[in-house]
């Protein structure tokens, strides 16, 4: 029962770590010296896909690996840290594919607070058509600023009369 604990404990930490990786990754990679393959996401070319979607791999290579080897080696805390980093990965596919870009059509009229929030951040992060001077790298972790912005405007359609907002 205690090794179980110790990897679920291991999944979380994997996973909160995984939000540095992710921030990093976006800061310095992403809009770094691999902008040539990030460009086309914030400059949108035609079709479905893009050369962005690679980036996946940085989550699913390490992932798989962490889970061949930790089940066939018979290394718990290994197996652990690949589903923390599968977990992660598909949070992020969810909320940077689903919820934020709506490349799939599930969560369309969302008005959940937080949802709200992830969507203006990412917004922000998207006026920004070149690889300098971006904001808002996070996936799942939103600095306070997007939060007041959103609670502000919750503020002012809460003043309006038959305005519903989501708390």
Known sequence: MLELFVYLLIVAATFLFMEGVAWFTHKYVMHGFLWVLHKDHHQKEPGFFEKN????LI??????LSLFFGATRHIGWLAAIGVGILIYGIAY???HDVIIHQRFKWFTHSRNRYI?????AHKMHHKH???HDGESFG???VAKKYWDKVKHDDEIAAARPSTRVAK
Do not use: H, N
Not at 53 to 56: K, N, R
Not at 116 to 120: C, G
């Open 53 to 56: 979607d690679a980036f996946f």
């Open 59 to 64: 989550f699913a290579i390490p992932s798989f």
């Open 93 to 95: 596919f969810l909320v």
């Open 116 to 120: 709200r929030v992830l969507r203006w």
């Open 129 to 131: 058509l070149e690889k």
């Open 139 to 141: 996936m799942l972790i």
